[in-house]
């Protein structure tokens, strides 16, 4: 049975702290990975995506793959052809499929039938993905991630959800703050809270995400931006976190609602190294799911 990546909780505490390693040598040396020599990845993109295609394409062709981008639009699913069928297909050509889809089941379908490794690149419920290069990013700042205390202030999302379940896995604290209405519904592995400032005390670092995701019915945004409103990140909510807070943000970002101008582009982010590690853990991630 190939090894799949859906939700990240495939992976062991011990398996996601190697991985932020490894992602971390591959950073430091590029080409030094000859993993996917000969070998295609297949990447299917049912929604859009700048971070996650480019990372995944250029990761691929580091490791001396080659990157497959498919649009669903392109692809016989398109016409009705199953999900099984074009797993099986997909399976006979390329080491791995990656795909971005509006629909979680979808992704279960897909890997129940695969031969080959099926990463999420994200769904309305997870991004996986996402939560990795974030590891990466708190492991480069802080130079560890044991113990460190991660806030979260925003909707309730897929971002959140992943960072919920794989950042408490390797040994993070998180913190959640939403709204009413607007909050995670499985707590279970770390802390939900409606009161932003109360989430970031002492917090590491703050991590904040759109207010209207892909998912989201547009006809919502309105309401949206009103009821997220108070949980925007700007410096004075930062001031409350730890004297050496720094600011995440997985991109990509409505500078004056969910975070502010000054914190995007300012001193005290390290939201460009996020958007860059993508490549570094997915290339760690893929050397992993291959190699299984
Ligand atoms: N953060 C992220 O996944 O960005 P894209 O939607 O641009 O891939
Ligand atoms: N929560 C956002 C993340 C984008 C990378 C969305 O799903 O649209």
């Known amino acids: 049975m190939p090894r799949h990546f859906i939700t990240g909780t495939e992976l062991s505490a011990q398996e996601l702290r190697a991985l932020v390693e490894r992602a971390l040598k591959l950073k430091a040396a590029p080409y030094s990975s000859d993993a996917l020599r000969r070998r295609t990845v297949a990447l299917i993109f049912q929604k859009p995506s700048t971070r ?17 981008v498919l649009r669903t639009d392109e692809l016989q699913l398109s016409r009705g052809e199953s999900i099984r069928d074009t797993a099986y297909v997909l399976s006979r050509h390329a080491a791995a499929i990656g795909i971005r889809t509006g629909d979680d089941e979808l992704v279960a379908e ?18 996986p993905c996402q939560a990795l290069a974030d590891l990466v990013t708190l492991r480069e ?7 460190l205390k ?12 992943s960072l919920i379940e794989v950042a408490s896995r390797a040994g993070i604290e998180v913190r959640v703050a939403s709204p009413d209405g607007y909050q995670l519904d499985d707590g279970a592995l770390g802390v939900l ?26 006809a919502t ?6 009821m997220l409103a108070p949980y925007r990140l700007d410096a004075e909510l930062l001031d409350r976190a730890a004297p050496h807070a720094i600011a995440l943000h997985c991109l990509p970002a ?6 502010t101008a000054e914190l995007l582009y300012g001193r005290r982010q ?13 290339k760690a991630l893929l050397e992993l799911l291959i190699d299984a």
């Open 270 to 282: 390290r939201i460009w190294d996020q958007a860059e590690n993508r490549r570094h853990a997915q």
């Open 150 to 161: 991660l806030a979260y202030v925003g909707d309730g999302n897929n971002v959140a959800r």
């Open 141 to 147: 700042a802080f130079g560890r991630l044991d113990g």
């Open 110 to 127: 897909m890997a129940a039938h695969a031969g080959v490794p099926v990463i999420n690149m994200l769904t309305p419920s997870h991004h």
């Open 193 to 218: 809270t409606e009161d932003p400032r109360e989430a970031v005390r002492e917090a590491d670092a703050v991590y904040t995400d759109v207010w209207v995701s892909m998912s989201d019915d547009p």
């Open 254 to 259: 409505h500078p004056g609602e969910e975070i």
């Open 52 to 68: 996650t295609r480019v990372s995944f394409e250029a990761g691929v062709a580091e490791l001396g793959g080659h990157p497959m």
């Open 221 to 226: 945004a309105a309401r949206r931006r009103q």
